[in-house]
């Protein structure tokens, strides 16, 4: 299928780079009816939309001109959510107008402002940057936008994520009213269809994907791993798909610089993406991934947008997405084009729902299998060599006479066999090593339905939890009946508690809890019973966990030790309540004496208020002799009335001069009004 008529230089450029199959959304994009007017497209990452619309925008900006006008303002801005997306595009569109005469500006963070603001005042066609670096260049009146024709969003849902929104509605209010606005995106959540209503007219909707599924050129592999063995998995994976560039997504930086000097040490040539980098880093690593130096580049989404590799064929997401469309944009950066990619998700147990989840709203079907072994990795070496070995002799065609001389020599000293047996030896020499993985077992390969309601739709967290405790509650699940007894260093004196166990021991030996049995918590720590069948298992991967609670085999308890609750004193319950609905401040104090405040009010002991001795205080002359003795009441045990002073009415025995109700002076310092201004 030809392009469909468009200018002729970008028809021309077209033709030169070898494109004669058009997208569906470049087809969309030049039809008859979105010619001049504003469009809203949904597209899939890796469908062409930069070139799309690149076209879209030739017949506002060119006409049915050869060659665009002088450069002078820019007809056209085009914005994009992050620096390698806008210098994607930046690229993209300097050879799609090259023969138009088109001058193109890129505008991004990371970059020297005053070289910008000197390619600005120098003159332009079309500028593209991100939101925040347009917006300094417009406040400073360095970009000029009254002859904008045409205003591009491209990623524009990334673009509100990020926290764009201000920005983008600060440089579509600083453009003509007249313009025409193309808002492009992978998904269109409710903000886009909003500020599409904003700030589009008579606005044509496109929809140009590849069926259901969001990707129909990728293979999505779910595969479950131990919580243990992420790294392992990392390293086996890249091993046995062997693409020839890969990307590994991460959550964090952290995690990227820790699984970057991973990699490395074992011998892969790595290079890392994330925000703390500079430009130019950025800029160098995309550079050493282009020109084959990196095969390897361990990242965080904010490589997922814009990164367009032609030899990338795996992702691997080392940590789940947050939520299906960040899937869809990490993964895109494979099988773009037209060629094929896998996306690989590594899933723990814990994660597995989640996953689950995401695949579900995503509306992608996954393959769900184990990580790739030792064993099965050696295998697909062997594979490799003997297709190499026959790939390198069927392609020679004329035999170099110092090759051949070379190998006469050899045969003449060593034998055939030693010879193969060096060959193979420097051939894996210059692989990565496999890792040894444990195998995750019990657990099906395909997803659980159990949590979808009646249409099929998934359910939210809230839903899927209790769904599992229903799930769990109507089974038939009996105890195991073959056990294996460990002990876990938690016992009654430190508060032990199933509901706060079982999750652990389930997360350190990788089991849920229905391979558990009898638990009985004791003194000083808790003994429990575990399935036979994954008990070796278990105690393997307990005995490699680091954190948490410390686990380990143990015989069965003594039966005379009985499991039983922490003993809780009757008065440490509740504060007592008497009959007038009236907590703890019954006459005499609050519980004092600890009284058995569960009993009937009639049966409870009477209070005694206990009898306060007075001490006895000396008080001595100027000469030190003791001239006077005389018993001070304890003042602790008056009772002070709110807002009447003391119980009684009556002054201590002692008349203490602070106990005396100060003199009220009307007007005076102690005056009521004067004291409630102080």
Same mark, same amino acid.
């Given at each position: 299928?030809?392009?469909?008529?468009?200018?002729?230089?970008?028809?021309?450029?077209?033709?030169?780079?070898?494109?004669?199959?058009?997208?569906?959304?470049?087809?969309?994009?030049?039809?008859?009816? =979105?010619?001049?007017?504003?469009?809203?497209?949904?597209?899939?990452?890796?469908?062409?939309?930069?070139?799309?619309?690149?076209?879209?925008?030739?017949?506002?900006?060119?006409?049915?001109?050869?060659?665009?006008?002088?450069?002078?303002?820019?007809?056209?801005?085009?914005?994009?959510?992050?620096?390698?997306?806008?210098?994607?595009?930046?690229?993209?569109?300097?050879?799609?107008?090259?023969?138009?005469?088109?001058?193109?500006?890129?505008?991004?963070?990371?970059?020297?402002?005053?070289?910008?603001?000197?390619?600005? =005042?120098?003159?332009?066609?079309?500028?593209?940057?991100?939101?925040?670096?347009?917006?300094?260049?417009?406040?400073?009146?360095?970009?000029? @936008?009254?002859?904008?024709?045409?205003?591009?969003?491209?990623?524009?849902?990334?673009?509100?994520?990020?926290?764009?929104?201000?920005?983008?509605?600060?440089?579509?209010?600083?453009?003509?009213?007249?313009?025409?606005?193309?808002?492009?995106?992978?998904?269109?959540? +409710?903000?886009?269809?909003?500020? *599409?209503?904003?700030?589009?007219?008579?606005?044509?909707?496109?929809?140009?994907?590849?069926?259901?599924?969001?990707?129909?050129?990728?293979? &999505? +592999?779910?595969?479950?791993?131990?919580?243990?063995?992420?790294?392992?998995?990392?390293?086996?994976?890249?091993? &046995?798909?062997?693409?020839?560039?890969?990307?590994?997504?991460?959550?964090?930086?952290?995690?990227?610089?820790?699984?970057? =000097?991973?990699?490395?040490?074992?011998?892969?040539?790595?290079?890392?993406?994330?925000?703390?980098?500079?430009?130019?880093?950025?800029?160098?690593?995309?550079?050493?991934?282009?020109?084959?130096?990196?095969?390897?580049?361990?990242?965080?989404?904010? *490589?997922?947008?814009?990164?367009?590799?032609?030899?990338?064929?795996?992702?691997?997401?080392?940590?789940?997405?947050?939520?299906?469309?960040?899937?869809?944009?990490?993964?895109?950066? @494979?099988?773009?084009?037209?060629?094929?990619?896998?996306?690989?998700?590594?899933?723990?147990?814990?994660?597995?729902?989640?996953?689950?989840?995401?695949?579900?709203?995503?509306?992608?079907?996954?393959?769900?299998?184990?990580?790739?072994?030792?064993?099965?990795?050696?295998?697909?070496?062997?594979?490799?060599?003997?297709?190499?070995?026959?790939?390198?002799?069927?392609?020679?065609?004329?035999?170099?006479?110092?090759?051949?001389?070379?190998?006469?020599?050899?045969?003449?000293?060593?034998?055939?066999?030693?010879?193969?047996?060096?060959?193979?030896?420097?051939?894996?020499?210059?692989?990565?090593?496999?890792?040894?993985?444990?195998?995750?077992?019990?657990?099906?390969?395909?997803?659980?339905?159990?949590?979808?309601?009646?249409?099929?739709?998934?359910?939210?967290?809230?839903?899927?939890?209790?769904?599992?405790?229903?799930?769990?509650?109507?089974?038939?699940?009996?105890?195991?009946?073959?056990?294996?007894?460990?002990?876990?260093?938690?016992?009654?004196?430190?508060?032990?508690?199933?509901?706060?166990?079982?999750?652990?021991?389930?997360?350190?030996?990788?089991?849920?809890?229905?391979?558990?049995?009898?638990?009985?918590?004791?003194?000083?720590? @808790?003994?429990?019973?575990?399935?036979?069948?994954?008990?070796?298992?278990?105690?393997?991967?307990?005995?490699?966990? @680091?954190?948490?609670?410390?686990?380990?085999?143990?015989?069965?308890?003594?039966?005379?030790?009985?499991?039983?609750?922490?003993?809780?004193?009757?008065?440490?319950?509740?504060? &007592?309540?008497?009959?007038?609905?009236?907590?703890?401040?019954?006459?005499?104090?609050?519980?004092?004496?600890?009284?058995?405040?569960?009993?009937?009010?009639?049966?409870?002991?009477?209070?005694?208020?206990?009898?306060?001795?007075?001490?006895?205080?000396?008080? *001595?002359?100027?000469?030190?002799?003791?001239?006077?003795?005389? +018993?001070?009441?304890?003042?602790?045990?008056?009772?002070?009335?709110?807002?009447?002073?003391?119980?009684?009415?009556?002054?201590?025995?002692?008349?203490?001069?602070?106990?005396?109700?100060?003199?009220?002076?009307?007007?005076?310092?102690?005056?009521?009004?004067?004291?409630?201004?102080?």
């Amino acid at each position: 299928m030809a392009f469909p008529p468009t200018s002729p230089p970008l028809a021309r450029a077209l033709a030169e780079r070898d494109y004669n199959d058009p997208t569906s959304v470049q087809t969309a994009v030049l039809a008859p009816e =979105a010619l001049g007017r504003d469009l809203l497209v949904s597209a899939q990452t890796g469908s062409g939309k930069t070139i799309a619309f690149g076209l879209a925008i030739a017949s506002t900006l060119l006409g049915d001109a050869e060659k665009l006008p002088p450069a002078g303002m820019p007809l056209a801005l085009i914005i994009a959510p992050t620096r390698e997306l806008a210098l994607q595009v930046h690229r993209e569109l300097s050879w799609l107008y090259q023969q138009a005469g088109a001058r193109i500006v890129a505008c991004v963070g990371g970059m020297d402002p005053r070289m910008e603001k000197r390619e600005l =005042a120098s003159g332009c066609h079309i500028v593209v940057g991100t939101p925040g670096r347009l917006r300094d260049h417009l406040e400073r009146h360095n970009l000029q @936008t009254m002859d904008v024709k045409a205003v591009v969003l491209d990623e524009a849902d990334e673009m509100l994520d990020l926290g764009f929104r201000e920005d983008l509605e600060f440089l579509l209010e600083a453009t003509p009213q007249e313009r025409r606005t193309l808002l492009f995106s992978a998904t269109l959540p +409710r903000g886009i269809v909003a500020l *599409a209503q904003n700030y589009q007219q008579d606005a044509l909707r496109i929809a140009a994907t590849s069926g259901e599924r969001g990707h129909a050129d990728i293979e &999505y +592999r779910a595969m479950r791993i131990s919580p243990q063995d992420t790294e392992h998995a990392v390293v086996n994976v890249l091993r &046995y798909f062997e693409s020839p560039t890969a990307i590994v997504f991460c959550n964090k930086r952290e995690t990227v610089r820790h699984l970057n =000097a991973i990699l490395l040490e074992r011998g892969f040539s790595v290079v890392s993406l994330s925000g703390e980098l500079g430009q130019n880093e950025r800029n160098q690593a995309l550079q050493a991934l282009r020109d084959g130096k990196a095969r390897v580049c361990v990242a965080t989404d904010v *490589a997922a947008r814009g990164i367009d590799l032609p030899t990338l064929g795996l992702v691997i997401h080392a940590d789940l997405p947050n939520d299906p469309e960040s899937m869809q944009h990490r993964s895109g950066r @494979t099988g773009r084009a037209g060629r094929k990619g896998t996306s690989v998700l590594l899933i723990p147990p814990s994660r597995r729902r989640k996953a689950e989840q995401l695949l579900g709203q995503a509306r992608i079907k996954a393959v769900w299998c184990g990580v790739p072994t030792a064993d099965d990795i050696r295998k697909l070496d062997n594979q490799r060599l003997m297709a190499s070995l026959q790939d390198a002799v069927a392609t020679t065609e004329v035999e170099q006479a110092e090759d051949l001389a070379m190998a006469q020599q050899l045969l003449s000293e060593r034998s055939a066999e030693e010879i193969a047996t060096a060959l193979v030896r420097i051939y894996r020499s210059r692989l990565p090593a496999a890792e040894d993985v444990i195998e995750v077992s019990g657990a099906s390969n395909a997803p659980r339905n159990d949590f979808k309601d009646g249409r099929g739709r998934d359910k939210g967290d809230r839903n899927f939890e209790k769904a599992e405790r229903n799930f769990d509650r109507n089974s038939n699940f009996a105890s195991p009946q073959n056990t294996v007894w460990f002990t876990i260093n938690l016992g009654r004196e430190k508060k032990a508690d199933p509901k706060y166990l079982i999750p652990e021991i389930c997360r350190q030996g990788d089991i849920t809890k229905r391979h558990i049995g009898v638990i009985r918590i004791l003194d000083h720590e @808790t003994k429990f019973e575990v399935d036979e069948a994954v008990a070796s298992k278990f105690a393997e991967l307990v005995r490699q966990s @680091t954190k948490g609670l410390r686990i380990e085999p143990s015989d069965a308890p003594d039966p005379s030790e009985r499991s039983r609750a922490p003993h809780k004193p009757a008065h440490q319950d509740k504060p &007592y309540r008497d009959h007038r609905g009236k907590s703890g401040h019954h006459k005499g104090g609050y519980n004092k004496g600890h009284r058995d405040n569960h009993a009937p009010v009639d049966e409870r002991p009477p209070y005694n208020k206990p009898s306060v001795e007075a001490p006895t205080v000396h008080r *001595a002359d100027t000469n030190g002799s003791d001239v006077e003795t005389e +018993r001070r009441i304890d003042k602790s045990q008056w009772t002070k009335k709110k807002n009447k002073g003391f119980g009684s009415g009556k002054l201590p025995p002692d008349k203490n001069e602070k106990y005396k109700p100060k003199k009220k002076v009307w007007g005076g310092l102690h005056s009521k009004s004067r004291t409630k201004n102080r």
